[in-house]
């Protein structure tokens, strides 16, 4: 399987799954098209606690590169859901365009330190973040992408992860996988970007989500 590796010791080529990136030379200004971005963030073991607030910060920075929404129908939106446990997900921050908020993330966030459950998790997502049926949410909006960054290695329960899939395919998501190092569940991971290799962004240390250059390369990929 070809995956997109970056380097900690350089920055990273620019590949990208379509034509919104290109090389640095030719990277053109962001086109603020709408797009509500949910990210899961994996809560369990697996994760440690110091990686769990770098994938806090990584956050925080793609909302300083990414244009955030000043109206209806353009921009960008952040979710953050903890996954982890059988209880359900953590819903850290409903879809916002404030930045603030999001950087409040790293200092008010509590990292959970349980087992995986990313099929309940989509479930949950899908059935409430993005439909948003009781109002409790804000969901997704009408003319908006929406893409599932999913950060984790993908070694997941089994639990519910088919429908999650499922779930996803039927809300018109792009999946996205972030994931470390060498020790992943390659099946896992094409299942969450629906089969795309593309979709598939291999680091080789959280370190490397602090780089510049890996924030700037998500950033066109996802804004």
Known sequence: MNYIHFSSSLEPEMICPDLKCASDLSLAPLIQRPVDILFFIDGSERTGGRNFISILH????????????????SGARFAVLQFGGEQDPEVLLDFSNNRRKISSLVSNAVYRDSSSTLGSAILYATENLVSNPGGRFRGVRPDAELAFVFITDGVTSDKNFAEGIGAMRRANAVGVAITVGSDIDRERLLQLTLRDKALIFNLKSFNDLALPGVVKHMAHCLG
């Open 58 to 73: 990584f956050i925080e920075r793609l909302s300083q590169s990414i244009p955030l929404s000043k109206e209806v129908s």
